[in-house]
């Protein structure tokens, strides 16, 4: 299946807004310009052997091309130079074909008169002799070849240079850049949406798990922050969009991503974490965190056979043409539609604003024990929070340096280094497990004192 028909299919099947599928590349159409294109380099002698087998240094010239840096698009102006010896006339480029070079002949460098009309140049440099008129004289210049001019940088020493205008080339251009600036207000519109829905969603999760004041400084937890932080735990654990991990960091592609996606899915159906919502309001929440998920899946795609489709058509379009277009877009990568990802984006966005507004255990484990590092201590050499059990048992294996950053600071630590904002912060959001870790602290400092034997269960009673 060609390429042109799977785009087309994507298009129309894939579910996509009818405002995007009409702002989508004309893949077909652009292709169908390409002929032109090779049309009329064929009418000015560059054939296919031609073309193939010019040098690097024949095709484009900057001139004018491109707006300012900080411009969010740049105007290829696609342009063709043939380089002739000042004083003789003869061509530098050994690349053209006779057919070529027979055309190119009839044009003088200075202001010359060709069949009765005057081709206009950029040079007026005087003295010199004048280019030898080649024997051969026709009655008229070829359309194309009507007017002609030389770039205002043509400093080489010796070497004129002669401008070609292509015309096809020109609609080319004309057609494929109004859909460039399109795909990128598409994308910074739905960026602006998915952006106000993701706050929006942050703020109702936020008011859904956040601890209320009870009394005496208390917090209590609300009935579904247990199963939003298992939900989110386990979507961060799935890297939908974004992977940090070492053998697969950055952006995912969109088959990626949807796998991805779908084992998410998967895994909430398998361990029933929805149904353990207890309100209308987070199940609600939940809806509307799936559907994010689901349009930036959808804006990814979008992007990426638009990208693809931009990629090939100037491909094909080098390849029939020489012309270097495909190097010039791909000068835009700091800027137009494709130059960031929205995946990337909105998946920072998503972690920003909803997903690390549950805080998550695993932010607070002691790097020793890889529990809740309760009663935390910070050694003072790094940001590390060690569990005050942990950082007492150190001190008895004479161990010294920071098991993190290796500095000699464990001998010094005592009970001025627990970190009471963090203590605080752990009651607030994490009371069930500092419960827990509470119990085990005490456990172990009664075994320290009294043995092992002091916390056996059975006993007997005479």
């Excluded at 051969?136 to 020493?157: I, N, Q």
């Excluded at 937890?221 to 950055?250: C, M």
């Excluded at 809740?372 to 008895?396: D, E, F, K, T």
Aim: glycine fraction near 6%; hydrophobic fraction near 35%.
């Amino acid at each position: 299946m060609k390429y042109g028909h799977e785009y087309d299919q994507a298009l129309a099947t894939e579910g996509f807004p009818a405002e995007w599928v009409s702002s989508a590349i004309s893949y077909r159409q652009l292709k169908k310009s390409i002929k032109r294109v090779r049309q009329e380099l064929l009418d000015l002698g560059l054939n296919p052997d031609t073309l193939k087998n010019l040098p690097k240094s024949f095709g484009t010239r900057p001139l004018d091309g491109a707006k300012d840096s900080n411009s969010a698009s740049k105007r290829f102006v696609p342009e063709l130079w043939v380089a002739l010896d000042d004083q003789s006339g003869q061509f530098l480029d050994a690349g053209l074909t006779d057919e070529t070079k027979n055309f190119l002949r009839h044009i003088k460098l200075r202001r010359p008169s060709v069949g009765g009309r005057t081709i206009s140049t950029t040079s007026d440099s005087d003295g010199g002799p004048e280019p030898t008129t080649p024997d051969s004289e026709v009655d008229e210049v070829p359309a194309c070849l009507e007017h002609v001019r030389l770039p205002s940088d043509a400093s080489e020493a010796g070497v004129r240079w002669i401008q070609i205008p292509l015309s096809t080339v020109t609609s080319f251009f004309d057609s494929l850049d109004p859909k460039l600036a399109e795909l990128d207000r598409i994308q910074e519109a739905e960026e602006a949406r998915l952006g106000a829905l993701i706050v929006a969603l942050g703020q109702a999760v936020w008011e859904l798990t956040e601890p209320t004041e009870g009394r005496h400084g208390k917090f209590k937890p609300k009935t579904d922050v247990e199963t939003w932080r298992n939900i989110f735990a386990l979507y961060l654990d799935s890297t939908v969009f974004f992977s940090s991990h070492e053998q697969d960091s950055g952006s995912r592609k969109y088959l990626e991503a949807k796998s991805h996606l779908q084992k998410f899915s998967d895994t909430l159906v398998k361990e029933g974490m929805v149904k353990h919502f207890k309100t209308s309001q987070s199940k609600a929440a939940f809806d509307s965190f799936v559907t994010i998920n689901l349009d930036i899946l959808q804006a990814m795609r979008f992007q990426e056979i638009n990208a693809e489709a931009v990629r090939k058509i100037l491909k094909k379009f080098d390849k029939r043409t020489r012309l270097g277009a495909a190097d010039v877009y791909q000068g835009q990568a700091t800027s137009g539609p494709f130059a960031k990802s929205i995946a990337k984006d909105m998946c920072q966005e998503l972690s920003s604003k909803i997903v690390n507004v549950v805080p998550q255990m695993d932010d607070w484990i002691c790097p020793v024990c890889y529990s809740l590092a309760w009663r935390p201590i910070r050694l003072g050499c790094c940001n590390s929070v060690y569990c005050i059990r942990c950082v007492i048992q150190l001190q008895r294996d004479n161990e010294a340096r920071c098991p993190m950053c290796r500095q000699p600071s464990v001998m010094a630590a005592n009970q001025e280094h627990i970190d009471p904002k963090t203590a605080a912060y752990l009651l607030k959001y994490f009371p069930k497990e500092v419960k827990e870790r509470q119990k085990a602290n005490e456990r172990a400092a009664g075994v320290d004192k009294y043995g092992e034997q002091f916390y056996k269960s059975n006993c007997s009673v005479m």
